[in-house]
């Protein structure tokens, strides 16, 4: 009975219908009772204070004044027609303005002059105003369906409007259902959980949430929502690893042999960081314990994650067992494919490639070796996961850029060998701490925190169109020296939505700057043929042309030790994470490297904030933590499962330190009840049961 109550179809509450009901679904996704009750306000007006005129500094925020209407008119012809009413108090006056309801509030005034104005003050034509302001006559202000001083206002939509689906019918909604539902409204936490952190019940903070008696209640409900939120989160990935931990097993990997050992002596090309080291000793010894490994392994651009995962492909050779990397595109999964061959060139191992664009014949006879154990490391692009790939002993799955593959995708891969494999997947996109506590939570993490030695830290500069000039110069400086150049650009075409400098005009403009034969220019986007593209990274890479303008697609995977100058045209169209992966693409070499954010002559205040954040600084993780400020978590990320980071009023920016104390709550009741069998947990493991039912879990990979 209770959860048929909450989950009733929202139709049938008082005050909505099928017509309101099919808004509500349309534009909120509300369908049930319980979606509704779930629906906070985005703010509160606090109705408790009068104001005086005079008290106005800026714009934005709701107030309200006592006064009376010396005087009002209307004005103006039919479409243009408005009512404008002077309404003063002791401190001054201001203006109110209605377009809509004219008659009903002339009729108003004839009758009363003396109210409380509610509203939100602009400034138009150096005079403050009120548009549509809410007039309130004191006597019965007490008779008003919101009672209470803090007044909720929730989001809607401009269709939702027209609906009448204000914010103002959102809240009447809410005091039509809270008084039904209340009552079955279950407990989530235990006793001891609640008393513990002086918790609001589950039912006070609901009601609270929505109509708060004053602040300090308003913060206790915020605080136990968002302790919710958070809470069953980090226990949901934790019970999950647990169960991993517990019930999967993976291949033994113990052995440390002479595919390690002898490329490690003879073959390594230059010597590993504290950090790879450090790193590869915890990938050793995960996959040492017998159980399934699922690693995240984070690496700033350049920071050498490719070696260690190959070290890691070692271990498991060394364990007769095979290993694949898969990586987005063709073209990262090639520059992984050339590199790694070239590391083994002098190793009696086999290492294969497969992508979609793989022939028949070849494809046909790379299967055959595949399946009967003849090829050890096979790499290549969501190729892989194909139902026809069939591996001999597939022990190690290394994913690169894995937050570009969907999660059925890589869950395939997992499921490839009836002893499943170990997983370790990469990113060059540093992930804040709270979001990888977060949206990693179930997932074991490693980090490569220094760089090569030798590097030199790349120089970002900012510059307007109008100094394009003098970044033409340097360009033909660099070049002069022998060094090369890439250029990326946001689009391919022109384009009539976008005022922006777009590849194919980027060329004819090089083309005059830099003209043939003292300058060759390369060319590569995303609509090439994957030949074509090949034929022109080559070039760019053997250093038959000195220019390589691009779209993205070089964002990962193009490795030119040459190449020290990254030009960024309208740098300000790109997020940080973005820019950032690019200026990796150049200072992997030994000389001084170069990133210049070109941008138009006019920028908003948060393009501003990003390019200035490039300017000053080549930490990847300080870039992502500032990425997540300005720019939140849904974004930085794909979504990696869905509802993961669905909070309804938990943010990872600034409940950073709730993020970590929900983190060790469930860390700890997990240690102490791992099944959440105990008496007092139930009420835990009741609403954890139901969370993982909805939540699909495909094969507990990444």
């Not at 008084?179 to 952190?197: C, I």
């Not at 492909?313 to 595109?329: F, R």
């Not at 664009?357 to 046909?364: F, H």
């Amino acid at each position: 009975m209770q959860v048929n109550l909450l989950m009733a179809p929202i139709e049938f509450l008082k005050g909505v219908g099928p017509k309101r009901a099919a808004v509500l679904k349309k534009e909120f996704s509300i369908e049930t009772y319980d979606d509704l009750l779930h629906y906070y306000p985005y703010r509160y007006v606090d109705k408790s204070k009068i104001y005086q005129i005079k008290e106005i500094q800026t714009e934005g925020a709701y107030m309200q004044f006592y006064g009376r209407v010396v005087r009002y008119e209307v004005v103006g012809q039919q479409r243009a027609k408005r009512l404008v009413a002077l309404f003063e108090d002791k401190s001054g006056v201001i203006e109110l303005v209605w377009f809509n309801g004219i008659r009903w509030i002339e009729q108003l005034l004839a009758e009363k002059r003396e109210f409380i104005v509610f509203g939100r003050p602009t400034l138009f034509n150096h005079k403050w105003n009120i548009t549509h302001p809410e007039l309130i006559d004191p006597k019965t202000q007490s008779e008003s369906p919101f009672p209470l001083k803090f007044y909720p206002l929730y989001n809607s939509s401009d269709k939702a409007k027209k609906s009448g689906m204000d914010s103002k019918a959102i809240a009447k909604l809410q005091l039509q259902l809270i008084p039904q539902v209340v009552d079955v409204v279950q407990e989530t936490l235990s006793q001891e959980m609640l008393q513990k952190n002086n918790f609001l019940t589950m039912k006070q903070a609901l009601v609270t949430i929505h109509f708060p008696e004053n602040p300090e209640m308003l913060n206790r409900a915020l605080l136990r929502l968002k302790f919710d939120e958070l809470f069953f989160t980090q226990l949901r990935l934790l019970k999950l690893k647990l169960v991993t931990t517990q019930r999967v097993k993976g291949h033994l990997i113990s052995k440390v042999g002479d595919y390690f050992n002898t490329f490690y002596h003879n073959y390594l090309p230059f010597e590993l960081t504290n950090a790879q080291k450090r790193v590869i000793k915890e990938i050793r010894a995960d996959m040492g314990s017998g159980r399934q490994m699922n690693r995240l392994l984070q690496g700033d651009v350049g920071s050498g994650k490719t070696i260690t995962a190959l070290f890691v492909m070692l271990l498991a050779l060394d364990n007769d067992l095979q290993t694949c990397l898969m990586a987005p595109t063709e073209i990262l999964a090639l520059q992984h494919y050339e590199s790694i061959r070239k590391f083994l060139k002098d190793m009696p191992l086999t290492v294969e490639f497969l992508s979609g664009s793989t022939r028949i014949t070849k494809r046909r006879v790379l299967l055959e070796k595949l399946k009967n154990g003849e090829i050890d490391i096979l790499i290549g692009t969501h190729a892989l996961i194909e139902d026809e790939v069939v591996f001999n002993n597939l022990g190690l799955v290394v994913i690169d850029e894995q937050h570009r593959f969907g999660v059925e995708q890589r869950a395939k891969l997992w499921r490839k060998n009836s002893i499943p494999p170990h997983i370790l997947v990469m990113t060059a996109t540093p992930i804040p701490r709270t979001l990888a506590m977060t949206l990693y939570g179930d997932l074991d993490i490693s980090v490569i925190n220094a760089l090569p030695k030798g590097r030199k830290p790349i120089i970002t500069r900012h510059f307007y169109d109008r100094d394009r000039l003098r970044v033409l110069d340097f360009m033909r400086n660099q070049i002069a020296e022998g060094r090369q150049v890439f250029v990326v650009y946001p689009l391919i075409k022109e384009s009539e939505k976008m005022d922006l400098l777009d590849l194919m005009a980027g060329y004819d403009a090089m083309a005059l700057e830099f003209p043939l034969p003292e300058y060759a220019i390369s060319m590569v986007h995303g609509k090439m043929k994957v030949d074509e593209k090949e034929y022109e990274m080559q070039r760019f890479v053997k250093g038959e042309t000195c220019i390589m303008l691009s779209t993205t697609v070089i964002e990962v995977g193009i490795d030119v030790p040459n190449a020290t100058v990254m030009l960024i045209e309208s740098a300000e169209r790109f997020g940080l994470s973005q820019l950032h992966q690019l200026r990796g693409r150049v200072g992997r070499g030994g000389e001084q490297s170069y990133c210049i954010l070109m941008s138009g002559n006019k920028l908003t205040t948060e393009s501003k904030q990003r390019l200035s954040a490039m300017v000053n600084t080549n930490d990847g993780f300080e870039i992502a933590n500032i990425d997540l400020r300005l720019r939140g978590p849904g974004d930085i990320q794909g979504t990696r499962q869905s509802g993961m980071l669905d909070f309804k009023i938990a943010d990872l920016v600034k409940d950073e330190k709730l993020v970590s104390y929900t983190r060790r709550l469930a860390q700890e009741l997990l240690q102490t009840d791992p099944e959440l069998s105990q008496p007092q947990n139930l009420p835990i493991k009741k609403f954890l049961d139901q969370m993982l039912k909805e939540y699909v879990y495909y094969g507990m990979i990444s």
